[in-house]
């Protein structure tokens, strides 16, 4: 395919200043949305294989975060369903946004509530960002892999990309005002705040270890949730350890953010 280039479909001019405008006081949120919507991605997947559509593996499922502060870079990488051109074009480009100014000036007090509304989780990402790319290959047979960039304006390029496997990675080039999302402590803070009970492994780094007085990394994954919480057990199979080990703190202060959600690019078309 050649390189496209167009306008993002949103009936209000600018989408992004007013994005920041009203949520800029709990711009965290960005990485509970994009890790939440690829986890939707990797659920996705599971859906399909159950109704027979996908026949690949399902041993591997896994989102992971990475951060390059030489490249100003935060990635959220899954290997779930992935999308297509066209799907990138629906679920993207085309945001039905009717009436928003309303909506978000209703509710400019809530930012969680206007968040999870008219598929505004992905265009979270903008509030610390200069840009974003999504990298993604579909799931489907023979499907191209390709790269969206958009700076924050309504302009966007969609073009070929190369990526070997399945699956999406969003990359937030971190604006100058937001550097400190490139710090590993605040990243994995807010990924203990926000992720720690999703139902997929989220990877955070490396395991560290101590060796010759160094902390130094292993080649074990850093796995920062629990995909399965004390509550999703049978009562049955529990034993005293689990109990003594359960706190308060296990216990989520809301829903599971894949519960409920509805990601805008992860819904398969037919």
């Not at 610390?128 to 302009?155: L, Q």
């Not at 496997?165 to 969003?170: M, N, P, Q, V, Y």
């Not at 004390?230 to 703190?249: F, I």
């Not at 959600?261 to 037919?270: E, G, K, L, V």
Request: charged residues 25%; glycine residues 6%; negative net charge.
């Amino acid at each position: 395919m050649a390189v496209q280039k167009g306008n993002i479909g949103i009936t209000t001019e600018n989408i992004f200043p007013v994005i920041k405008k009203f949520l800029y006081s709990d711009h965290e949120i960005f990485l509970r949305e994009i890790v939440s919507n690829a986890v939707d991605a990797t659920q996705k997947l599971r859906t399909l294989s159950a109704k027979g559509e996908f026949k690949g593996s399902l041993d591997d499922l896994k989102v992971s975060v990475k951060i390059d502060k030489e490249a100003g870079t935060l990635t959220v990488s899954d290997n779930g369903i992935g999308m297509t051109a066209e799907e990138i074009d629906r679920y993207i480009n085309q945001i039905a946004f009717s009436g928003a100014t309303d909506f978000l000036e209703k509710y400019k007090d809530d930012a969680a509530t206007i968040i999870g509304h008219f598929g505004l989780g992905f265009y979270s990402s903008f509030m610390v960002s200069s840009r974003v790319d999504i990298i993604t290959r579909s799931y489907r047979e023979d499907a191209e892999a390709v790269k969206w960039s958009c700076d924050g304006t309504p302009e966007f390029t969609l073009e070929p990309a190369e990526k070997a496997e399945r699956g999406t990675d969003i990359v937030l080039h971190i604006d100058e005002e937001n550097k400190d999302f490139l710090e590993k402590a605040r990243v994995e803070t807010l990924l203990n705040k926000y992720c720690r009970f999703l139902p997929v492994p989220v990877v955070f780094g490396k395991k560290t270890e101590w060796k010759d007085g160094t902390q130094v990394e292993t080649a074990e994954d850093n796995v920062v949730n629990d995909t399965t919480p004390l509550w999703t057990k049978t009562p049955s199979t529990l034993t005293d350890e689990d109990y003594r080990t359960s706190t308060a703190s296990s216990i989520p202060c809301r829903m599971s953010l894949s519960s409920g959600f509805t990601s805008m690019w992860t819904t398969p078309s037919t």
